[in-house]
């Protein structure tokens, strides 16, 4: 069986081993070494990714009590040089040594009990069983993790025997039988665990939760430890001090200039939206007064492209307010779009004369004897509009 380096000390970076195997798996190879280094994926934490000599380890897992390091090319040599990411293999140490830092203050402040852990490349993640929580919570979780962290307390980790076990005030239940390695923070946490953590709580450098979320029956907590958090807090002050030299302001009227212009463009909005019913308006009545009528009826029709639906329904809806008048408007863009209505004076019903010619452009659509919607493709728009024209025509004769 594969020695396994990395419980007893996490720090090594590179190593020689002996391969025991190499064998064809899934279209790559397994190396399986005397000892290892390389964490297999396994509680939470991603496997440790590096080399084989000069193959690049993709992946480590454990199967059927075997590590397997999947590598691309077959290792022919039995004597290997190995070694690991290191930048990446101390993030995740320091993830996960926050997370047990954090789960002891979850239960130690709101007897909240870590349910699961999720850490990799990109989010670090853990779920609590409390029902409750909220800012104020927040800040007692922070200052505690932390100053577990500014202790600097010794993380020492001790395969135990069973009467040692019963000794133990124990965070978490072990999940397995044999072997049971516990890893404590100082003499205040005392957890079951096979994973890689670093040697001191200062090491971890800060943890930050940067944000959760109400889960059925618990809370899942987003949080960044060492340099996950200060790139975090890089990113967001470079965004804070951009957007403050956009706005012109100091860090702390940014709020209240953000504020300030969701305001002015809510009022800009409504004035926008005012002003363009009142030129509708007025358009209405330009075509309305440029129409010949027929019959003493006034019959518009048009097609447009560099208008939006809703405007085109309010032009429709201001047109045939005036007396014996019938509008019969579209809209061409990807799609065609259609409103027909008229004035309480004429008796034709838009409804059916729409739906009569709609299968022109393969449409839907219906609504009142006054006024109906519709769309369906724009290539046929003009025909529908000249057939159901010649038909209201026909009617008003
Ligand atoms: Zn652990």
């Known amino acids: 069986m594969t020695e396994r380096l990395y419980l007893m000390d996490p720090y090594i970076k590179e190593f020689d081993a002996n391969v025991i195997r190499c064998i064809p798996y899934k279209n790559k190879y397994a190396v399986i070494l005397d000892k290892t280094a390389f964490y297999p994926e396994g509680g939470g934490q991603p496997s440790d990714t590096g080399y084989i000599n000069e193959q690049n380890v993709i992946h480590v897992l454990e199967e059927n009590k075997q590590i397997l390091h999947i590598v691309n090319g077959e290792i022919s040599t039995n004597k290997v040089n190995c070694r690991i990411d290191w930048n990446r293999r101390y993030d995740f140490m320091q993830q996960h040594t926050g997370q047990h830092i954090l789960s002891l203050c979850f239960l130690q402040l709101f007897n909240g009990r870590t349910d699961s852990f999720h850490l990799s490349d990109n989010s670090v993640s853990i779920e609590i069983d409390i029902m409750d929580f909220n800012g104020d919570d927040l800040v007692l979780v922070e200052d505690m993790a932390n100053d577990i962290i500014y202790s600097n307390l010794p993380i020492t980790s001790k395969i135990v025997s069973e009467e040692e076990l019963k000794q ?85 009227e940014l709020e209240k200039a953000v504020e300030r212009i969701i305001g002015e463009n809510k009022d800009l909005n409504k004035e926008l939206l005012k002003k363009n019913i009142e030129l509708l308006k007025y358009e209405a009545s330009e075509i309305y007064i440029n129409c010949k009528p027929i019959n003493g009826f006034k019959i518009i029709k048009g097609i447009y492209t560099d208008k939006k639906f809703d405007d085109i329904k309010i032009l429709a809806n201001e047109i045939s307010s005036y007396k014996k008048t019938a509008v019969l408007l579209g809209v061409a863009n990807e799609n065609a779009q259609v409103v027909f209505s008229r004035s309480d004076d004429i008796d034709t019903d838009m409804n059916s004369l729409l739906r009569t010619f709609l299968p022109i452009i393969d449409g839907k659509g219906g609504g009142s004897p006054k006024t109906a919607l519709g769309g369906g493709k724009a290539e046929n728009l003009h025909f529908l509009i000249e057939e159901a024209y010649n038909s209201l025509l026909k009617s008003l004769l």
């Open 168 to 252: 133990l005030p124990l965070r978490k239940l072990p999940s397995v039988k044999d072997n049971i390695r516990i890893v404590s923070i100082g003499h205040i946490d005392y957890d079951p665990c096979g994973g890689t953590h670093v040697m001191s709580t200062g090491e971890v450098g800060i943890i930050k939760v940067i944000r959760w979320e109400k889960l059925k029956s618990s809370y899942r907590f987003h949080f960044l430890c060492g340099k996950r958090a200060l790139y975090d807090y890089r990113n967001k002050n470079f965004l804070q001090q951009s957007l403050c030299a956009k706005l012109s302001v100091r860090n702390h």
